[in-house]
């Protein structure tokens, strides 16, 4: 295993378009997170998931966004009626998830323009 | 809200001199965790401290994480044109696996 994968890095799409975003965690890796990175900004935080379970959401995630890991594996990121502020790297991450410290590996991201 | 300020936001510097980056909270952290990031990458963990009052050493680089572990430096010996990037921390505050990024400090490293 190579590290945390993302498909795909690229995406250029019409605002109002539907977007899925799809990402894949180091294998036996439990933990997955999504961020939003705007240029000079740090990461933020939208949700992360255990297994299968979504534990937690930001509340930068509008109604327009859903996250899903349904199997406990890979993971998407799905952005409805895109608009021209949702353009950012969208990254995804993931953890061991065992006591203790939990270490986050970071995906190469996928970056949307939103034209 | 922003809950980890980090400073300087932005650095420029020779070859060969020493820098250090900082990561200040009003807020207590279980862990914090320092990143690079190049250009169009995702960020890349360099070290993850847990205790306050931790020093850790990789390479030229160490990192310290406060006695009260709300704040935590970043420290260069003899900067490299390698060590050009974006520099982020990252908490965890307790009881939560949810992190939150630092603002970023952009250093640059002339040759």
């Known amino acids: 295993d190579t590290g945390v994968s993302q498909n795909p890095r690229h995406k250029i799409t019409k605002r109002g378009q539907n977007v899925t975003f799809r990402c894949d965690p180091i294998?036996?890796?439990?933990?997955l997170y999504w961020y939003r990175q705007t240029l000079g900004q740090g990461p933020e935080f939208l949700t992360y998931f255990q297994n299968e379970a979504q534990l937690e959401k930001s509340r930068l995630l509008s109604d327009r966004f859903s996250a899903e890991r349904p199997k406990g594996s890979f993971s998407t990121l799905e952005i409805q009626r895109t608009e021209q502020g949702d353009s950012a790297m969208y990254l995804c991450?993931?953890?061991?998830?065992?006591?203790?410290?939990?270490?986050?590996?970071f995906g190469p991201g996928t970056r949307l323009t939103v034209l | 809200t922003q809950l980890l300020e980090q400073s300087p936001q932005f650095l420029s510097i020779q070859e060969g001199e020493n820098l250090t980056v900082y990561c200040n909270s009003s807020s207590v952290f279980s862990s914090l965790q320092w990143y690079r990031q190049e250009p169009g990458e995702g960020p890349v963990l360099l070290v993850t401290?847990?205790?306050?009052?931790e020093v850790k050493k990789l390479k030229r680089l160490t990192f310290q994480f406060g006695d009260a572990r709300k704040d935590s430096s970043l420290h260069i010996t003899a900067a490299q044109p390698g060590d050009t990037g974006l520099y982020l921390c990252?908490?965890?505050?307790?009881?939560?696996?949810?992190?939150?990024f630092g603002t970023g400090t952009r250093l640059k490293v002339l040759a």
């Open positions: 401290v847990v205790t306050g009052g």
């Open positions: 294998s036996e890796h439990n933990r």
């Open positions: 990252a908490g965890a505050r307790p009881g939560t696996y949810k992190y939150i």
């Open positions: 991450a993931s953890s061991l998830g065992s006591a203790g410290v939990n270490e986050q590996f």
